[in-house]
């Protein structure tokens, strides 16, 4: 019986091993193409498949300390605000605080509030101003893109370009959709990386809640397969994201010519009218 048992562990680490290399050997094919992309040009895509070869090569670490690997969570040392940098990473697009704290939730098993963003985009201005600061990214407001404004309740990155972070009247559904296919795509790779049930379900309670919107999924409909819901998301982002960029890119550019550093980055503060008291 020992003999048996011994074989099939045997058999179990040499499966893993096997695993973890092809997994390897994919990671490595996918680094090649992000650095191929990023001479062509294509910045964004670069990043998107930079990320998908970093999870395959954390499955392969997974797969070889364990059969089925710990959930996807957070360092222990990470501090709320870096949680929010990555969730909003991962996500791409600028997004608002209950989504942020709900895909942190899922995906690195992290507790953030939503009402502590305003107080942290206060912090996080200050900090920038600070000659002391070294921080490489910063969360920072979404900007209108006519009075570039900042948009209350809508958040982004620092190190983002800038047409990324304005939003024009197609933005919202452009980002919303953007979101969609980041989080279906998350999901799929959750489950492929045997990540804790329980933040699957989380992942899976919010693709279901962002797909809701997309045509050709049914009312109340639950549970649509993650594949298929980057199939319909894509399908309606083909007839919007070319001319939204358009508007964005303009605006950007427009940006950069009228606004300072500042400006750019953190907005221009709406105007607020002060009305001095008549004289008795």
């Known amino acids: ?28 094919a996918l680094n090649q193409r992000a650095a191929q992309m990023i001479e062509e040009g294509h910045l964004d895509e670069a990043v998107a498949t930079q990320k998908e070869a970093d999870l395959l090569a954390r499955r392969a670490k997974r797969r070889m300390s364990s059969r089925t690997g710990p959930p996807l969570s957070r360092p ?71 009075r570039f404004t900042p948009l209350r309740g809508v958040v982004t990155l620092s190190d983002w370009d800038l047409w990324r972070r304005l939003v024009g009247p197609r933005s919202m559904r452009v980002d919303h959709l953007r979101a969609t296919i980041a989080v279906a795509r998350h999901l799929s790779w959750m489950k492929a990386s045997f990540a804790d049930e329980q933040a699957v379900a989380h992942m899976r309670f919010l693709l279901d809640d962002l ?27 083909t007839h919007l994201e070319d001319d939204d960029r358009a508007v ?14 500042r400006t750019v980055l953190w907005g221009i503060e709406p105007l607020h009218v002060v009305r001095q008291a008549k004289e008795a």
């Open 76 to 146: 222990a040392t990470q501090t709320g605000r870096e949680i929010a940098v990555s969730a909003l990473a991962e996500l791409g697009v600028p997004a608002n605080p209950r989504l942020v704290t709900t895909y942190a939730s899922a995906r690195f098993g992290a507790t953030l509030r939503p009402t502590t963003f305003s107080s942290l985009r206060r912090d996080e201005l200050r900090t920038w101003r600070s000659p002391h600061s070294d921080r490489v990214v910063y969360i920072a407001p979404a900007l209108d893109l006519r």
């Open 1 to 28: 019986m020992e003999n048996a048992v011994c074989s099939w562990h045997s058999q179990d680490y040499t499966g893993s091993v096997t695993q973890a290399a092809d997994l390897l050997k994919q990671a490595a």
């Open 248 to 261: 964005r890119e303009v605006a950007a550019r427009r940006a950069v010519e009228q606004l300072g550093e």
């Open 211 to 237: 797909a809701r919107t997309l045509p050709g999924v049914p009312a109340g409909d639950r549970g649509v397969e993650a594949d298929a819901v980057v199939e319909l998301a894509q399908a309606e982002l």
